[in-house]
């Protein structure tokens, strides 16, 4: 959403009596007027969405152009810079899991290309590739997609995981850590609360640990 303000543009009552175009004439690069603020004989100010844009990578200026059926003249273009977004992973929940594999984990994905069900994610935790009914897609915008997903055994350790779409490539991967633990010895999950203060006293603190089998060692 974008505020745009435009002088000496003819007077408007309603979003049809304007069109936006970002970069060269085609249908697929027209913004979409959502509200006409004001507009009178001084100046026009109205809320835009802009459209997608293919950037490869870095910035992307294109000219934005306002028009309206209620005039002949020849618009002034002014600039607008379109932004290469990569994909991020935003949240992990939980970070951790046992080497037997099994855990449940969600995760949250910023700019992941939108995506409607398992067979059109690939996660990869180090070079084993979760299978498509491993991955359920809970929802997914252009903005932010909610992947639930099942962790494959893995070796005691952080193992890096990559979340892409499959129509993008790795290329595109978001990268997070997933920390496999040997669940049959004790381990240590978090330490609550896991700061204090410098000459406070003593802070009582809860140590939250996996269950393990009796006679299992601390090492």
Same mark, same amino acid.
């Given at each position: +959403?974008?505020?745009?303000?435009? !002088?000496?543009?003819?007077?408007?009552?309603?979003?049809?009596?304007?069109?936006? =175009?970002? /970069?060269?004439?085609?249908?697929?690069? %027209?913004?979409?007027?959502?509200?006409?603020?004001?507009?009178?004989?001084?100046?026009?100010?109205?809320?835009?969405?802009?459209? #997608?844009?293919?950037? #490869?990578?870095?910035?992307?200026?294109?000219?934005?152009?306002?028009?309206?059926?209620?005039?002949? &003249? &020849?618009?002034?273009?002014? !600039?607008? *810079? %379109? +932004?290469?977004?990569?994909?991020?992973?935003?949240?992990?929940?939980?970070?951790?899991?046992?080497?037997?594999?099994?855990?449940?984990?969600?995760?949250?994905?910023?700019?992941?290309?939108?995506?409607?069900? /398992?067979?059109?994610?690939?996660?990869?935790? /180090?070079?084993?590739?979760?299978?498509?009914?491993?991955?359920?897609?809970?929802?997914? *915008?252009?903005?932010?997609?909610?992947?639930?997903?099942?962790?494959?055994?893995? #070796?005691?350790?952080?193992?890096?995981? %990559?979340?892409?779409? +499959?129509?993008?490539? &790795?290329?595109? !991967? #978001?990268?997070?850590?997933?920390? %496999?633990? &040997?669940?049959?010895?004790?381990?240590?999950?978090?330490? =609550?609360?896991?700061?204090?203060?410098?000459?406070?006293?003593?802070?009582?603190?809860? =140590?939250?640990?996996?269950?393990?089998?009796? /006679?299992?060692?601390?090492?």
């Amino acid at each position: +959403r974008i505020y745009i303000k435009i !002088a000496r543009f003819p007077v408007i009552t309603s979003i049809s009596q304007a069109a936006v =175009l970002f /970069g060269e004439a085609s249908g697929l690069n %027209y913004g979409t007027v959502l509200e006409v603020v004001e507009s009178d004989v001084t100046s026009t100010t109205m809320v835009v969405s802009a459209p #997608a844009y293919p950037v #490869a990578s870095g910035f992307l200026a294109v000219a934005v152009t306002v028009t309206s059926p209620l005039s002949n &003249d &020849d618009p002034a273009p002014a !600039a607008f *810079s %379109y +932004r290469a977004v990569v994909p991020q992973v935003t949240t992990v929940s939980p970070t951790h899991g046992p080497t037997t594999g099994g855990t449940v984990m969600y995760l949250t994905v910023a700019y992941l290309p939108v995506v409607a069900s /398992g067979s059109e994610v690939a996660i990869n935790f /180090g070079s084993v590739t979760l299978a498509p009914d491993a991955i359920t897609v809970m929802t997914s *915008s252009p903005s932010l997609t909610l992947l639930e997903a099942t962790a494959p055994p893995g #070796a005691v350790g952080d193992a890096t995981v %990559y979340v892409y779409a +499959r129509s993008a490539g &790795d290329a595109s !991967a #978001a990268v997070f850590k997933f920390a %496999y633990f &040997d669940a049959t010895l004790p381990h240590l999950l978090a330490p =609550l609360p896991s700061a204090a203060c410098i000459g406070t006293g003593f802070e009582t603190v809860t =140590l939250a640990a996996e269950p393990v089998a009796a /006679g299992a060692l601390l090492n």
